[in-house]
């Protein structure tokens, strides 16, 4: 218990020093103010646009400022894991979207009821998680196992390889539905796998499992409380419901930041930035590196998986191999990129930067067009669409256009990182191998 | 120190000796099983040559696509991401030539440029034997496009980075592939067209049954047969490949030397993704149809065939090639359809712990 105690302080110092070696409290400060201006910031601009789109009272507001939060909060906890991985010991992970299907699917399978449409184990939800990001690191270990010995080109070739099997293995008739020990089991192959109710839904229903029209009818105590809420906001249930879910997804990406900062500022972190600077030399002052690679890659895949599981819960929860196409990989590398690899406030910034602006910016954007600007024009192909500015436009906003624009953005996005500013936003602040912070001593000399 | 250190040491004594003699024995023990279907009847002969020939067909296909991201790793030394929408670039860009040279006059202009979401190859009866000069003529195009578009894409984007090193490049290509693949989704949307009609079809009786031999899978075996020979006499003969290799195993010394870098770059990009592009071609062909996704579906079966047969090697991104195209098709022997493509993927992984250099690889050069 006192051992608990001192860790959590630490991680509590940890975090007004979240920069690692050059961090002190007014760069912790600084960081809040960047973190709450950017969130400010963002608020303020989907406010907006939710204002100038097909405005549907307050409540809808709430809902898409729901949609953006939840997005960014889950891109916040992927970033920061990888940022385990690739930004402290270097280690290029593309199999993020596999290790995420991994927890998710294994997080379904223990706690679906036996008797579902998709059969499961029937655990509690509790062991289902704790079993999902076990699976995930456990799968994380094998890989590693073997694989961190590669080259890094190699590592991402083969990690993405695995992600890849994962998925079409989950995603086969063969596992879509087998018997263990007597036992029914099943992914539900290509199907989507409906997930048991989440804790919200269990605190707010009596009857949880049930569909959200029926479940309604017999709310707990504090499902009537939420209700009366969501009344004054004229919101729905499943608005308010899935509102108090993002709010309440608050305290695991807390926990990710504390813990991952914790780790970071640990000798064991320090030893991961030593190894991403030069593996021989960390090596050679006699640290096992090979043994410190494979259990942050580990750790990184169970975070990974936890992540999952905590986005696919939400709402109606239902799994669906689609979800874990290795996009979702590149989607995870250009928010940390973004934020700039190596520091974790840079993962927060760059998984708040990334799923607001460039995920979920277009999408909004779109509906402020079509909101205000009255295009007849419905071309099917190009050269259709290519008969006029009108024409064209519309074509280009249509949904499945905005879908394609974004990823193409994306992939510029990402060139331009790589070419121009590699070390991100706030990539500058990677923070160094050395106890002390080496330029701070410099100018403390004189 | 001494005991942490041992398991590290027990471990890659392991991997020395014990997974290679593991996976000797897990291939005998597949091959035995293999007779053994033979004998008792599982698995008749016909089945087996015709798995042992379409994996052929896939594997010339693959090898072929192989070969220029082959060259274009060892030259400037990162895994290209983008390769497989360069293959759909050819792809595409081939068979909007085939449609026009086949159709022109007779049907809509949005029809013959494949847009049309409904656009198929119904009304013109596109197929080797009765169009055979639009199907060279996309050849053709396919590959002089892919081409143009690798070279103006190394201007853009990886040109201002030679100097980086090889994981920005990659991360930089995976920016590639996206704006690139999304980019030719939204000037032909995402449907799978139909490209060829009534593909004549050869059958040719083995043991009890009988293997049916498409044209259009002959014609792929032979066309990229043939571009592999080329690129042999190419690289064998001229001082390009002397000078490709001299660049892959020492840029500076190259340079030193006099041999012009930039220009054996460009021209790698060239002859690579000429290439890459007959290949995207050839894969439609043989497909029969088509979609955005054709390369990007593939590009982990390049990879792996780049890598099997050792990265920089033209010949082992063949051999890879092949024995990736027939790992997928014979694997059905024991696996389910859906989960034919993994098998190629576990061959990989394997391939890189026990190898990790490739079978032709070591020294990584043209």
């Not at chain 1, 209700?227 to 906001?233: G, K, N, P, R, T």
Request: a neutral charge; hydrophobic letters at 55%.
């Amino acid at each position: 218990m006192s051992r608990l105690s001192v860790w959590l302080r630490r991680g509590l110092r940890a975090l007004r020093h979240p920069l690692g070696g050059d961090g002190d409290a007014d760069g912790a400060r600084s960081d809040l103010v960047l973190v709450g201006g950017l969130v400010v910031g963002v608020y303020a601009l989907f406010t907006v646009m939710a204002l100038l789109g097909p405005f549907d009272g307050v409540g809808n507001v709430l809902s898409q400022l729901e949609t953006v939060t939840l997005l960014v909060l889950v891109y916040v906890m992927l970033a920061l894991a990888l940022n385990l991985q690739w930004g402290y010991a270097g280690l290029l992970n593309l199999g993020v979207a596999g290790f995420m299907a991994i927890g998710a699917y294994t997080m379904a399978m223990l706690s679906a009821a036996p008797d579902a449409t998709v059969p499961g184990l029937g655990l509690p939800l509790v062991v289902g998680i704790v079993g999902g990001f076990l699976a995930a690191t456990l799968f994380g270990a094998l890989t590693a196992l073997p694989a961190i010995r590669l080259r890094a080109d190699y590592l991402a070739i083969v990690t993405l390889a695995f992600s890849e099997i994962i998925r079409l293995v989950v995603r086969s008739e063969a596992a879509s539905e087998f018997t263990i020990a007597g036992q029914r089991l099943g992914t539900g192959g290509a199907n989507t796998f409906p997930l048991p109710p989440n804790p919200v839904k269990v605190l707010l229903y009596e009857n949880p499992s049930e569909p959200l029209v029926a479940a309604v009818d017999s709310p707990t105590v504090a499902g009537d409380l939420m209700l009366e809420i969501a009344d004054v906001f004229n919101l729905s249930a499943s608005q308010a419901e899935n509102i108090l879910y993002t709010l309440l997804l608050l305290i695991p990406v807390g926990a990710f930041y504390l813990l991952l900062t914790r780790i970071g500022n640990s000798p064991f972190g320090r030893v991961l930035r030593a190894i991403r600077e030069d593996e021989l030399v960390a090596g050679s002052l006699g640290k096992n590196t090979r043994r410190f690679k494979i259990t942050t890659f580990a750790v990184g895949c169970g975070l990974m998986g936890l992540a999952a599981i905590l986005w696919q819960l939400q709402g109606q929860g239902r799994l669906s191999p689609g979800t874990f196409e290795p996009e979702l990989t590149f989607f995870v590398f250009v928010a940390l990129i973004l934020g700039g690899s190596g520091s974790n406030t840079g993962s927060v910034v760059g998984g708040i930067v990334f799923a607001a602006v460039l995920l979920e910016g277009p999408r909004a954007l779109k509906r402020v067009v079509d909101e205000n600007f009255d295009v007849s024009a419905d071309p099917d192909t190009i050269i259709e669409a290519s008969q006029g500015v009108e024409p064209l436009f519309a074509y280009l906003l249509s949904d499945s256009s905005i879908e394609a624009l974004r990823f193409i953005m994306l992939g510029v996005v990402l060139v331009y990182l790589m070419q121009r500013q590699p070390q991100g936003l706030l990539g500058h602040r990677r923070g160094q191998a050395a106890t002390v912070s080496l330029p701070t001593r410099e100018e403390e000399e004189p | 120190m001494a005991v942490r250190d041992n398991p590290g040491r027990v471990l890659s004594s392991l991997r020395v000796n014990l997974l290679p003699a593991l996976l000797a024995v897990l291939g005998l023990v597949l091959l035995l099983d293999l007779g053994r279907r033979l004998v008792i009847g599982g698995l008749t002969l016909s089945a087996l040559v015709r798995f042992l020939w379409t994996g052929l067909v896939r594997g010339m296909a693959i090898g072929l696509a192989g070969i220029g991201l082959s060259l274009t790793y060892s030259i400037l030394g990162f895994a290209n991401f983008a390769h497989g929408d360069y293959i759909t670039v050819g792809a595409f860009a081939g068979w909007v030539t085939t449609f026009v040279v086949a159709g022109v006059g007779s049907v809509g202009l949005d029809l013959l440029v494949l847009v049309s979401s409904d656009a198929s190859a119904g009304e013109l009866g596109i197929n080797v034997l009765s169009t055979p000069v639009a199907i060279a003529a996309g050849l053709v195009v396919a590959a002089g496009i892919t081409a143009l578009v690798t070279v103006a894409l190394d201007r853009v984007v990886f040109r201002p980075m030679r100097d980086a090193n090889g994981i920005a490049l990659l991360i930089a290509s995976v920016g590639v592939a996206l704006a690139l693949r999304y980019t030719l989704l939204i000037l032909f949307s995402g449907s799978v067209r139909t490209l060829t009609t009534d593909v004549p079809t050869t059958a040719v009786g083995v043991g009890s049954g009988e293997v049916v031999f498409r044209a259009h899978d002959v014609t792929v075996v032979v066309l990229a047969g043939l571009l592999m020979l080329g690129t042999h006499l190419l690289l064998q003969y001229t001082k390009l490949g002397t000078a490709m290799r001299a660049m892959a195993d020492n840029k500076e010394l190259a340079l030193v030397t006099g041999i012009p870098t930039e220009r054996v770059v460009r021209t790698t990009w060239i002859l690579g993704g000429a290439l890459t592009g007959a290949a995207g071609f050839l894969i439609a062909l043989q497909l029969g149809g088509m979609s955005t996704t054709l390369g990007w579906d593939r590009l982990l079966l390049v990879f792996a065939a780049v890598i099997l047969g050792g990265v920089g090697s033209i010949y082992g991104a063949i051999v890879g090639g092949l024995i990736i195209g027939i790992t997928i098709r014979l694997s059905l022997v024991w696996l389910p359809n859906e989960l034919s493509i993994a098998s190629a993927f576990v061959v990989l992984v394997f391939m890189l712990l026990v190898r990790p250099n490739g079978l032709l690889g070591g020294v990584e050069t043209v």
